[in-house]
C-alpha cells in the first residue's frame, strides 16, 4: 500500500444463507474528505442481526444491494478529518451514524448530512441515537401512547425492548412486558414495567385475557408469531398494534394459520395494525435524539448492553450470532477498538 494509512470494514462478497458466510473483512486505504464530507474513526457500532441476515440473503425488499456492498447501519466515533465547507463540526467531536454502509467499518468518509452530533463518542449515545430513537418514534408516531394508557412490549429484555419499556413508563403508561425467562423477565421488571409475561411458561394470550380485560392500548410487537397473535386478540377498542419486526419469522418458512382474517380482529373493535418503519420517518429522528440524549443525562433513561463483549471488526460477526441466539439481553453493541 505503499504506506498509505488504512482502515478494515466487512463487505458483502455473495450472496449467502448467514453473514459470516456472506461477508468478508476487507482492507482499505483512509481517504481525505472532500467538500462537504467528514471522517470519522468508529469507536462502537451497533447490531441489528435480522437486518443483515436478510441483507447477506439479499432478502430485503427495501434495500437493493449491488454485491459487493458495504454494511452496518449504526456506529459512533470522533471526527479526524473535515472537509472544506463543513462548519458543523471539528476534528475532535463524537459524530453518530445510522446510515447503512457506515456502521461495520473502523472509519468512515461520507458527507456530513449521514452524521449527527453527540456529546461523546460513547456505547449509551450510539444506542440512543440509534435504537433509542426507533423506540421513541415508533412509541409516540406510529403508536401515538398517551398518558395511561396500556402498553405491551414483545422482546422486552431487547435493545429495543428495554429501551420501549422504559420512555413508556416515563410518559406515564402501564406497560407489559413479554420476555423468556426468569433474568430477563426480573431484569424488565426492573424498568418499571407493572407485569411482565415469561412466554416460556405462561401463555401470553391468557394472561392478557385474564388480567387486562379492558385490552391493550398500544402492543409493539418485533416478533410476530403467537405473541403477535395473542397481542391482536388482547387489543383494545381503538387501540394500536405496531409490527415493528418479524424475529420469529426469519426462516421465511410458509405457516398455515387456521384463523379468521386480521379484518375480524379489528374491524369490531375500530382498530389498527400499523408497520413501524423507522426509515420512512426521518423527519422525527432529530428531535427525538435530543429529547432521548437529555433524558439520559438527567438520569431518567437507563442503557443497558448485553453481556457478552464483541471486539474488532471479527467481534461483529460474533455479536450477529449472539442476538440471533435468542440469550442477549439489551442492546448489543461491538468495541471497534480494543
Same mark, same amino acid.
Given at each position: 500500500?505503499?504506506?498509505?494509512?488504512?482502515?478494515?470494514?466487512?463487505?458483502?462478497?455473495?450472496?449467502?444463507?448467514?453473514?459470516?458466510?456472506?461477508?468478508?473483512?476487507?482492507?482499505?486505504?483512509?481517504?481525505?474528505?472532500?467538500?462537504?464530507?467528514?471522517?470519522?474513526?468508529?469507536?462502537?457500532?451497533?447490531?441489528?442481526?435480522?437486518?443483515?441476515?436478510?441483507?447477506?440473503?439479499?432478502?430485503?425488499?427495501?434495500?437493493?444491494?449491488?454485491?459487493?456492498?458495504?454494511?452496518?447501519?449504526?456506529?459512533?466515533?470522533?471526527?479526524?478529518?473535515?472537509?472544506?465547507?463543513?462548519?458543523?463540526?471539528?476534528?475532535?467531536?463524537?459524530?453518530?451514524?445510522?446510515?447503512?454502509?457506515?456502521?461495520?467499518?473502523?472509519?468512515?468518509?461520507?458527507?456530513?448530512?449521514?452524521?449527527?452530533?453527540?456529546?461523546?463518542?460513547?456505547?449509551?449515545?450510539?444506542?440512543?441515537?440509534?435504537?433509542?430513537?426507533?423506540?421513541?418514534?415508533?412509541?409516540?408516531?406510529?403508536?401515538? !401512547?398517551?398518558? +395511561?394508557?396500556? &402498553?405491551?412490549?414483545? =422482546? *422486552? /429484555?431487547?435493545?429495543? $425492548?428495554?429501551?420501549? @419499556?422504559?420512555? %413508556?413508563?416515563?410518559?406515564?403508561?402501564?406497560?407489559?412486558?413479554?420476555?423468556?425467562?426468569?433474568?430477563?423477565?426480573?431484569?424488565?421488571?426492573?424498568?418499571?414495567?407493572?407485569?411482565?409475561?415469561?412466554?416460556?411458561?405462561?401463555?401470553?394470550?391468557?394472561?392478557?385475557?385474564?388480567?387486562?380485560?379492558?385490552?391493550?392500548?398500544?402492543?409493539?410487537?418485533?416478533?410476530?408469531?403467537?405473541?403477535?397473535?395473542?397481542?391482536?386478540?388482547?387489543? !383494545?377498542?381503538? +387501540?394500536?398494534? &405496531?409490527?415493528?419486526? =418479524? *424475529? /420469529?419469522?426469519?426462516? $421465511?418458512?410458509?405457516? @398455515?394459520?387456521? %384463523?379468521?382474517?386480521?379484518?375480524?380482529?379489528?374491524?369490531?373493535?375500530?382498530?389498527?395494525?400499523?408497520?413501524?418503519?423507522?426509515?420512512?420517518?426521518?423527519?422525527?429522528?432529530?428531535?427525538?435524539?435530543?429529547?432521548?440524549?437529555?433524558?439520559?443525562?438527567?438520569?431518567?433513561?437507563?442503557?443497558?448492553?448485553?453481556?457478552?463483549?464483541?471486539?474488532?471488526?471479527?467481534?461483529?460477526?460474533?455479536?450477529?450470532?449472539?442476538?440471533?441466539?435468542?440469550?442477549?439481553? +439489551?442492546?448489543?453493541?461491538?468495541?471497534?477498538?480494543?
Amino acid at each position: 500500500m505503499g504506506g498509505q494509512e488504512t482502515y478494515r470494514a466487512i463487505r458483502l462478497e455473495r450472496i449467502a444463507p448467514s453473514f459470516r458466510e456472506g461477508a468478508d473483512v476487507v482492507e482499505l486505504p483512509v481517504t481525505e474528505p472532500a467538500r462537504g464530507e467528514i471522517r470519522v474513526r468508529n469507536l462502537h457500532c451497533g447490531v441489528n442481526a435480522i437486518f443483515d441476515t436478510q441483507i447477506a440473503r439479499n432478502a430485503v425488499d427495501y434495500v437493493k444491494i449491488a454485491l459487493p456492498t458495504f454494511t452496518g447501519v449504526e456506529a459512533i466515533g470522533v471526527v479526524e478529518a473535515v472537509g472544506e465547507g463543513v462548519t458543523g463540526y471539528a476534528v475532535g467531536d463524537a459524530a453518530v451514524t445510522v446510515r447503512f454502509t457506515g456502521g461495520y467499518r473502523e472509519a468512515n468518509t461520507a458527507a456530513v448530512a449521514n452524521f449527527a452530533p453527540a456529546p461523546a463518542a460513547t456505547r449509551e449515545y450510539l444506542a440512543l441515537a440509534s435504537t433509542g430513537v426507533s423506540a421513541l418514534v415508533a412509541l409516540e408516531q406510529i403508536g401515538e !401512547a398517551r398518558t +395511561g394508557e396500556t &402498553v405491551a412490549v414483545s =422482546a *422486552a /429484555a431487547g435493545g429495543l $425492548g428495554h429501551l420501549l @419499556v422504559q420512555l %413508556a413508563v416515563l410518559k406515564g403508561c402501564r406497560v407489559i412486558g413479554v420476555a423468556g425467562g426468569a433474568e430477563k423477565c426480573a431484569f424488565v421488571a426492573s424498568l418499571g414495567a407493572e407485569r411482565v409475561i415469561d412466554y416460556r411458561s405462561e401463555d401470553v394470550g391468557a394472561v392478557l385475557a385474564a388480567e387486562y380485560p379492558g385490552g391493550i392500548d398500544v402492543a409493539i410487537d418485533t416478533v410476530s408469531g403467537t405473541i403477535f397473535d395473542a397481542f391482536l386478540a388482547n387489543i !383494545a377498542n381503538h +387501540g394500536r398494534l &405496531v409490527v415493528g419486526g =418479524a *424475529a /420469529a419469522d426469519l426462516e $421465511g418458512r410458509p405457516e @398455515v394459520v387456521t %384463523a379468521p382474517r386480521i379484518a375480524h380482529s379489528i374491524y369490531y373493535k375500530g382498530a389498527s395494525v400499523r408497520g413501524f418503519m423507522n426509515g420512512l420517518l426521518t423527519p422525527h429522528w432529530d428531535d427525538a435524539r435530543k429529547r432521548l440524549f437529555r433524558l439520559y443525562q438527567d438520569g431518567k433513561l437507563r442503557v443497558t448492553f448485553d453481556s457478552q463483549r464483541n471486539v474488532g471488526i471479527e467481534g461483529i460477526y460474533d455479536g450477529i450470532e449472539r442476538l440471533l441466539s435468542g440469550k442477549s439481553m +439489551g442492546k448489543v453493541i461491538v468495541d471497534l477498538q480494543s
